[in-house]
T-cell receptor, first 116, second 114 residues
Framework: AQSVAQPEDQVNVAEGNPLTVKCTYSVSGNPYLFWYVQYPNRGLQFLLKYITGDNLVKGSYGFEAEFNKSQTSFHLKKPSALVSDSALYFCAVRALRDTNAGKSTFGDGTTLTVKP | GAVVSQHPSRVICKSGTSVKIECRSLDFQATTMFWYRQFPKQSLMLMATSNEGSKATYEQGVEKDKFLINHASLTLSTLTVTSAHPEDSSFYIC??????????FGQGTRLTVV
């Protein structure tokens, strides 16, 4: 069975500081990995994905994530946080061989709060 | 990018009534759509997979007769919560895959049953 762990329920950073939202995963075979962001009472918005290729993936709004196979991690990062980045962030995984997008497993989410 | 529209964004209904939620893919065709339920400060729980022209596939523990899914066209899936009760109050989200590996999500529907 596949799983995703987001070990931090809450991450607080000051505006302008770098941010990291952690994600580790477990899946059989090679993974598809995703990050989504959710604002209050809204659906999820796709940020970035890793399938193959460079371990550092760049996505929307200045976010990036680094795939680390040995540590089975896919941490989300941004060099300089904005107050508007405050939201709920979800990491998701599914097996690369699985073409069914509905088979992605989501983490429990991490609430990011960026303070001015 | 691909857009998925979900309607309504909020609905309040009386206990015992039924509520229909629509999920539309606006600029692409979706033979498959997914319906999720999200409890406060929790992750998404996949309820069912909606298949165009055939029966939906429900996840274990999800009542088929309670949550009716219809996928009558390549751009529209509907979820009907039948005989709603307060415990059905939740945030419901649909998504549809389009080409690439990721899925695109609707805006979500906040259902409150009173």
């Amino acid at each position: 069975a596949q799983s995703v762990a987001q070990p931090e329920d809450q991450v607080n950073v000051a505006e302008g500081n770098p941010l990291t939202v952690k994600c580790t995963y477990s899946v059989s075979g090679n993974p598809y990995l995703f990050w989504y962001v959710q604002y209050p009472n809204r659906g999820l918005q796709f940020l970035l994905k890793y399938i193959t290729g460079d371990n550092l993936v760049k996505g929307s709004y200045g976010f990036e994530a680094e795939f680390n196979k040995s540590q089975t991690s896919f941490h989300l990062k941004k060099p300089s946080a904005l107050v508007s980045d405050s939201a709920l962030y979800f990491c998701a995984v599914r097996a690369l061989r699985d073409t069914n997008a509905g088979k992605s497993t989501f983490g429990d989410g991490t609430t990011l709060t960026v303070k001015p | 990018g691909a857009v998925v529209s979900q309607h309504p964004s909020r609905v309040i209904c009386k206990s015992g009534t039924s509520v229909k939620i629509e999920c539309r893919s606006l600029d692409f065709q979706a033979t498959t759509m997914f319906w999720y339920r999200q409890f406060p400060k929790q992750s998404l729980m996949l309820m069912a997979t909606s298949n165009e022209g055939s029966k939906a596939t429900y996840e274990q523990g999800v009542e088929k007769d309670k949550f009716l899914i219809n996928h009558a066209s390549l751009t529209l899936s509907t979820l009907t919560v039948t005989s709603a009760h307060p415990e059905d109050s939740s945030f419901y989200i649909c998504s549809a895959p389009q080409g690439g590996a990721e899925a695109f999500f609707g805006q979500g529907t906040r259902l409150t049953v009173v």
